[in-house]
């Protein structure tokens, strides 16, 4: 590579890169008070609102965790360790099942799904795109308060029930509650017999896919529309490409999932028979809906992750990320082939010998898509400048997670293997890798890419990346040694087990308290920087999607002498020369970008 000098400080090229301090306004500071946040139409405040509201979900849902585990420390009544007759042993595992309830329901609808798209996506799509704001900035508003009044809906009915648990009332008053024991999946028949909340859990279900369906429907259209001249599909940031395909799924899929929970509703209330047997219903047409919507939504869950990994892989090892075009089409490919496998949730549920065997097939052809994604991955670190920090950290934790979860799923999918591991441990972990190796990692990853453009703050490197390692160690030991217990037969949704397990048990326990305090470093880190981070260059990585095009934080209008997106290829990164001045990168001056093939 030639070496261009970096343009000397005060010199007229310098003058035009945006690593400038911003001219004091930006979308932070751009407006004060409580109301110029709540009705912002602006998606980066949206993006912001997200975070918080979406980060203590994540909270909930994790404090539901360590209880889970703790219970599971040991066998017998860990929780309630004063409990000694059956009654409170009796309320000790209805808690559990309460706990797990809510545990995975706040993880699945609350935090997983809208995490990626409704916090990064929305920070950062429009940018990417040199555009102002999404294609529909009300709607975007719209979607985050249909996520708000959900979570808050969702939560206050999951509580009730645990709180009634808690103190052995008995009675509860209709405001209180009674919770939800169903699991996140509501299965019928039990979700029909169960006296617990489950018509008002899933009226909360309900909104919060709305919320979802909101965002998809407005990246499809920002993507559609919004794309600027000379940007044209070839030129689009995988993150991008990535969203889009969530967002077909968001689109064509959450509205099955209202559909069938609407089912649920009626058959609650007028008594029509749908799922209940005795009312001349089918409880496996459940199990089919549910699924239907429940799996292509995992690919809600991981899409988006990919995306983010894809833009980190390359900008992070300095190289331009290789077979773009495969990266691409996978995400598409995924999508698609995400709406015919659902089947395989299903083995053991009594449909036809021909029906399980053709699911078993299908779901294996999804392995493919996955796998052509982390080939590329690791074509792309080849002989690239790998930097080691905290997002690559995570990145690289990505791939290694995203293969056992992704390999994992293969016995899951084989008709013989998984009548056995159905059930288990095993998919406890199998479902785990997936969820909070890959999904959680990249949030992670793609949280400390785009800090330092969020918030115009860098983060303490060196704490971020204890806590990227503490992450990492402290999930494989929670989780691995879950797919050996599965195996040997432990059954998931059980409060209690046999001594066999116990040492399983206490290690994947004592695991969980290490990632929990690998989490907590990288909450303080955050944190931390908000407050007293060093001032974030525009362009810190030396990345060129268009982001990074514009000052950190970006200005309200995201750039402010607009953006010439003409012909630029987001994974060519040498139009930018490293400045150690300002810990940056600059502009070249007068670099040409050729056409990349
Ligand atoms: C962060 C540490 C986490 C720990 C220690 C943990 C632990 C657990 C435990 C012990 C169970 C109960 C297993 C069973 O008996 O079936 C469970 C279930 C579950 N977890 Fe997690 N989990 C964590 C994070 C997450 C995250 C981030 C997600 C989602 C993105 C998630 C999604 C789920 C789901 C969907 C279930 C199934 C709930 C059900 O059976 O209805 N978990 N988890
Ligand atoms: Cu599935």
Not at 80 to 104: I, P
């Amino acid at each position: 590579m030639s070496v261009i000098p970096n343009p000397a400080p005060g010199d007229v090229a310098a003058e035009k890169t945006p690593t400038e301090p911003p001219h004091g306004d930006n979308y932070i500071t751009h407006g004060k008070g409580f109301l110029s946040w709540a009705l912002t139409i602006d998606h980066k405040r949206i993006g912001i609102m997200y975070m918080v509201g979406v980060l203590a979900a994540f909270f909930i849902g994790g404090i539901m965790a360590i209880a889970l585990r703790t219970e599971l420390i040991a066998p017998g009544a860990t929780l309630m360790f004063w409990a000694n007759d059956d009654a409170a042993l009796n309320s000790n595992w209805r808690l559990y099942n309460q706990l797990f309830t809510v545990h995975g329901a706040v993880m699945v609808f609350m935090f997983i799904i809208p995490a990626i798209p409704a916090i990064l996506g929305n920070m950062v799509l429009p940018i990417m795109l040199g555009a102002k704001d999404v294609a529909f900035p009300k709607l975007n508003l719209l979607s985050l308060y249909c996520w708000i009044g959900g979570s808050i809906f969702f939560t206050w009915i999951l509580f009730g029930g645990v709180i009634g648990t808690l103190f052995g009332i008995q009675d509860m008053p209709w405001y209180f509650p009674k919770g939800l024991d169903t699991g996140w999946t509501f299965y019928t028949p039990y979700s029909t017999e169960t006296n617990t909340g489950v018509l008002l859990g899933t009226i909360g279900v309900f909104i919060l896919g709305f919320s979802s369906i909101l965002t998809g429907v407005n990246f499809i259209a920002t993507i559609h529309m919004l794309r600027p001249k000379g940007m044209g599909w070839g030129k689009l940031p995988l993150f991008l490409w990535a969203l889009y395909a969530t967002a077909i799924i968001q689109i064509l899929a959450t509205p099955v999932l209202a559909i069938t929970v609407l089912l649920l509703m009626a058959e609650k209330v007028l008594g029509i028979g749908i799922f209940d047997p005795a009312l001349g219903g089918d409880p496996v047409l459940y199990q089919h809906f549910f699924w239907f919507y429940s799996h292509p939504a995992v690919y809600i869950m991981i899409l988006p992750g990919l995306g983010v990994i894809s833009e980190i892989i390359s900008i992070h090892s300095r190289k331009h990320i290789f077979g773009y075009k495969f990266i691409a089409a996978s995400s598409l490919a995924i999508a698609l082939f995400g709406f015919i496998v659902w089947g395989h949730h299903m083995f053991t549920s009594g449909q036809s010998a021909l029906l399980n065997s053709v699911f078993s097939l299908l779901t294996m052809s999804v392995a493919i898509p996955s796998a052509v994604k982390v080939f590329n991955y690791l074509a792309t670190l080849y002989n690239g400048r790998i930097r080691l920090d905290s997002p690559m950290l995570y990145a690289l934790g990505f791939i290694w997670l995203f293969t056992i979860g992704g390999l994992t799923g293969l016995p899951l999918a084989a008709l013989s293997t998984d009548i056995h591991y159905h059930d288990t441990y095993f998919v406890v972990a199998h479902f785990h890798y997936v969820m909070v190796g890959s999904t959680l990692f990249a949030f992670l990853a793609g949280m400390n890419h785009w800090w330092p453009k969020m918030f115009g703050k860098m983060l303490d490197e060196k704490w971020a990346r204890i806590g990227a390692i503490m992450t990492f160690v402290g999930f494989n030991a929670t989780f691995f040694i879950q797919f050996i217990a599965g195996s040997q037969g432990m059954p998931r949704r059980y409060a209690d087990y046999d001594q066999q397990y116990f040492w399983y048990h206490l290690f994947s326990t004592l695991g969980s308290y290490v990632l929990t305090i690998g989490l907590f470093i990288v909450l303080f880190n955050w944190i931390h920087s908000l407050r007293k981070g060093k001032p974030a260059p525009a362009n810190p990585w030396g990345a060129n999607s268009l982001e990074w095009h514009t000052p950190s934080p970006p200005p309200h209008a995201n750039f402010e002498d607009g953006v010439e997106p003409e012909g630029v290829d987001p994974y060519d990164y040498h139009g930018w020369d490293y400045d150690e001045s300002i810990d940056g990168y600059v502009k070249k001056e007068g670099y040409v970008p050729k056409e990349h093939h």
